[in-house]
């Protein structure tokens, strides 16, 4: 199953009252500005923004891993959400400290930007998507070093905006989904191991890449590996914990349906909630 924004054959329709418009896709670097002008006139009013990162996954996975998976959710999320488009994902996030090392730092080709300019660079791409009419500005995050950032920004430009019409929306369920626990438990009762589903780069990472695009993974390493302990500080240098040897695509496409379909639900409520 491989994702690939540039073939994308689908037309996407958006509801208006007057009429449904089509654009040939979910994705604001992809369409002229024309293309975006006629979409906030015809009833898109919703915008993604979502963050990545770049960071060692295991010796089997790209260090894109989550710049590639959050462009693909938006994508999926901003469908079924009818009203959206998604701005290009933001891969330079927080990930340690450069001086001292500190984190992922430690080993290459990550890429570390502070929190808080991290934030800022938020902040002003909320402000423009104000700017050209955007209501809804929808904040998602991949990595768990993005998240604190997100909320504060979102916080911040909402106490600022209260007067207005435009919201910013945290979307916590895109990395703490409610329904990927009752998929691992499922996965539990066939017969696989807790400890293989990992907390970086082990079954439930891998799986939902893989089912994104296997040519981001490096199979022939991936089934060579074993169940790596993620709680043991130095067996974090092997940049993954768990076992990806597990992994299938299968796998990947349960966990991200349920992610998918839970940030639909929370930015649903948030639209209707944040303005009552």
Not at 119 to 131: D, G, H, N, V
Not at 221 to 239: F, H, K, P, Q
Not at 243 to 272: F, M, T
Request: glycine share 8%; aromatic share 8%; proline share 4%.
């Amino acid at each position: 199953m491989r994702f690939s924004i540039s073939i994308l054959l689908v037309l996407i329709f958006f509801k208006s009252t007057a009429q449904s418009y089509e654009l040939p896709t979910v994705h604001l670097e992809e369409l002229t500005f024309i293309e975006v002008k006629d979409a906030l006139n015809n009833g898109v009013k919703s915008v993604i923004i979502p963050t990545g990162g770049t960071e060692p996954n295991g010796p089997h996975m790209v260090l894109g891993k989550h710049n590639f998976r959050v462009k693909y959710l938006a994508q999926e999320i901003a469908l079924k959400l009818s009203d959206a488009i998604v701005a290009p994902t933001i891969a330079y996030v927080p990930e340690g400290r450069i001086d001292p090392l500190e984190g992922w730092m430690n080993l290459p080709g990550t890429i570390h930007l502070p929190e808080k300019y991290f934030m800022k660079l938020i902040e002003y791409a909320a402000r423009s998507f104000k700017q050209h009419g955007f209501k809804d500005i929808i904040l998602i995050g991949d990595s768990g070093g993005n998240q604190n950032g997100l909320k504060k920004v979102s916080e911040s430009l909402n106490l600022e905006w209260k007067d207005t019409n435009v919201r910013v929306h945290y979307i916590s369920e895109y990395y703490k989904s409610s329904s990927i626990s009752t998929v691992l438990d499922s996965l539990e009762t066939e017969g696989f191991n807790p400890k293989d589903f990992g907390e970086h780069a082990g079954l439930t990472h891998t799986s939902r890449l893989l089912a994104i695009n296997k040519e981001l993974l490096r199979v022939d390493i991936m089934e060579t590996l074993e169940y790596n302990d993620w709680s043991i500080d130095e067996n974090r240098r092997l940049g993954y914990g768990g076992n990806p040897s597990q992994s299938s695509v299968k796998i990947g496409i349960r966990l991200n349906n349920a992610k998918i379909l839970d940030c639909v639900d929370q930015i649903n409520k948030l639209k209707d909630e944040s303005r009552k």
